[in-house]
C-alpha cells in the first residue's frame, strides 16, 4: 500500500485524511506503520529520524522498553475499574512533591480537558468571567481558548473557530507574550479570574519568556486577585522534573500537565492549592468528571515517566539540542541563509527571519514558505519535523550521537539545496 493511495481513502472518511490538524502536510502526510527509539517506519518501509516525537509527548522516544513493559505487565490485571486505585493516590502525591503548589490534583485524559476545567475552576473559585491569554499561546481546543485578538483597540477576544460563540469569546482577552504592558492594560479593562500561560511558548514556534516576565505575571495576578495558571502540557517534565516552576522559580496557583507525564498514553492533570482543588466536585461546587480519568494503564505509564526522570537525563538532551542547533546555524551561515534559531533544553525551533523571535507577532513576520520547502527536503533526507513553522521540534532520550550526526548531514544537504533554488529565482 502506499501513502498516496492510503490518503485517497482516509480523506473520504476523515477531514483531509487526519485525526488532528497538524498532521496534514501538502502533498499527504505519511502513514505511520511502527515506530521505535527516535525513528518512525511507515507503510511504504521508509524510515524517518522523528523530531515530532508525539508532540512533544515521548520524552524516552517510541516505544521505550521501561514503559511499554510497565504497561503490558498492568494490563493483565483490567483497564478500567471505574474505582479508585492506590496508583492514582501515589501519582498525586509524588505530582506534590515535584509541583509545590500542586498540593491536590485531579487526573483527566487529555491538555484539552486540563485547561479547560482549570478555567472552571478559576471562575468558580474567583467568581469572575474573564480570562486573559496570550497572542500565539495554545491550551488546546475549547471554546474559552479558540479565541484570538479583536481589531482596534479593544482587547476583547473574537472566535478564532466558527461555532465558538462571540458571548464567551469577549471575556477571553488576549495579551501579547513578552509584553507586561499588554497584561496591565488587560487587568485595567475587566476583573480578571485567572491568567492562563504557557510559560514557554511552544505552538507557535519556540518562544522562551524573556527576563522576569513569568515573575511579572505572578506579582500581577497577585495585586489583583486573580490565578496564575501554567499550561505545562508541554513544559512539564520537558524543561525539568518541576517543569517551568522550578525551572524558572515561579510558582503558578493551578498548573496543567499532560504529554510527557502520559509517556505515549492519554493522561493530563490539573491541580493546584488546596484551598482553590477543595472546589472540585465532589467536594466543591465546580463540576468535573470523566470515565476514563485515572485510567489504570495510563497512570501506570505515568508512574513509569517519574521513575525514570533523572538531572543526568536532563543533561544529555539539553546537550544534543545544543549542539544540533549550533551546528544547524552554522551550515545555514555558510550557506548564506538567514536563519534564527530559538533553543530551550529539548525543545527547539528555526525561524528564516534576520529579527530576534520573541512573541507572536514575530512568528508572523517569518518567510514560511522556506520553512515548508525545509520542511519537505529534509523529508526526503528521512528526517521529520514537525510540518509546520507554528510548532516546536523535541529531542528524545533516543536520540544519540549518531541521530545527531545523520541529523546535520541531512540539514547541510537540505539547507544547501534551498541556497541554490533561491540562487536560481534571484
Ligand atoms: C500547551 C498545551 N496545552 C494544551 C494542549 C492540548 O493538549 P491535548 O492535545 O492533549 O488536548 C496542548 C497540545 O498541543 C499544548 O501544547
Redesign the pocket.
Known amino acids: 500500500m502506499k501513502n498516496a493511495e492510503l490518503f485517497e481513502r482516509a480523506k473520504k472518511v476523515l477531514p483531509l485524511g487526519v485525526n488532528s490538524p497538524v498532521r496534514f502536510f501538502e502533498p499527504y502526510p505519511f502513514f505511520v506503520k511502527s515506530a521505535s527509539g527516535a525513528h518512525l517506519y511507515d507503510i511504504e518501509g521508509t524510515r524517518y529520524l522523528d523530531y515530532a516525537m508525539g508532540?512533544?509527548a515521548l520524552l524516552f522516544g517510541h516505544a521505550y522498553a521501561p514503559i511499554i513493559n510497565a504497561v503490558k505487565q498492568r494490563l493483565d490485571t483490567g483497564t478500567l475499574y471505574g474505582t479508585p486505585t492506590e496508583e492514582e493516590v501515589v501519582l498525586a502525591e509524588k505530582l506534590s512533591s515535584l509541583y509545590p503548589t500542586l498540593e491536590m490534583s485531579r487526573c483527566v485524559n487529555?491538555?484539552?480537558?486540563a485547561?479547560m476545567h482549570a478555567i472552571r475552576l478559576a471562575r468558580g473559585y474567583t467568581k469572575r468571567k474573564s480570562v486573559i491569554k496570550f497572542d500565539g499561546c495554545?491550551?488546546?481546543?475549547h471554546d474559552t481558548v479558540l479565541v484570538k485578538a479583536g481589531s482596534g483597540a479593544s482587547t476583547f477576544g473574537v472566535p478564532s473557530s466558527a461555532g465558538v460563540l462571540e458571548e464567551l469569546s469577549k471575556y477571553t482577552i488576549v495579551a501579547q507574550f513578552n509584553d507586561v504592558q499588554s497584561v496591565e492594560r488587560a487587568f485595567k479593562e475587566q476583573e480578571i479570574a485567572a491568567v492562563i500561560v504557557?510559560p514557554v511558548m511552544?505552538?507557535y514556534g519556540l518562544i522562551p519568556p524573556s527576563e522576569d516576565f513569568l515573575k511579572s505575571l505572578r506579582e500581577l495576578c497577585d495585586q489583583n486577585d486573580a490565578l496564575l495558571i501554567f499550561?505545562e502540557?508541554?513544559t512539564g517534565f520537558r524543561l525539568s522534573k518541576g517543569g517551568a516552576q522550578s525551572y524558572y522559580n515561579v510558582q503558578a496557583d493551578i498548573t496543567?500537565l499532560?504529554?510527557v507525564l502520559g509517556g505515549g498514553f492519554p493522561i493530563?492533570v490539573y491541580g493546584g492549592l488546596r484551598e482553590i482543588m477543595s472546589r472540585v466536585s465532589p467536594s466543591g461546587d465546580v463540576y468535573q468528571a470523566g470515565t476514563y480519568s485515572g485510567n489504570p494503564v495510563s497512570v501506570t505509564a505515568a508512574l513509569k515517566v517519574l521513575e525514570l526522570l533523572s538531572e543526568s537525563l536532563y543533561q544529555r538532551l539539553r546537550e544534543y539540542t545544543r549542539e544540533l542547533t549550533k551546528k544547524i546555524a552554522q551550515i545555514a551561515e555558510e550557506a548564506r541563509i538567514t536563519l534564527v534559531t530559538n533553543q530551550i533544553e529539548s525543545m527547539f525551533q528555526l525561524f528564516f527571519t534576520n529579527k530576534p523571535v520573541r512573541n507572536a507577532h514575530d512568528v508572523r513576520t517569518c518567510d514560511t514558505k522556506m520553512f515548508k520547502a525545509l520542511h519537505s527536503a529534509l523529508l526526503k533526507e528521512g528526517v521529520f519535523l514537525p510540518p509546520s513553522q507554528f510548532e516546536t521540534n523535541f529531542v528524545s532520550s533516543a536520540h544519540t550521537k549518531d541521530e545527531l550526526e545523520k541529523t546535520t548531514n541531512a540539514f547541510q544537504r537540505a539547507l544547501n539545496k534551498l541556497k541554490t533554488q533561491l540562487d536560481k529565482t534571484d
Open positions: 508532540y512533544g487529555s491538555g484539552t480537558e485547561t495554545f491550551h488546546g481546543s504557557e511552544a505552538n499550561d502540557v508541554v496543567t499532560g504529554k493530563a
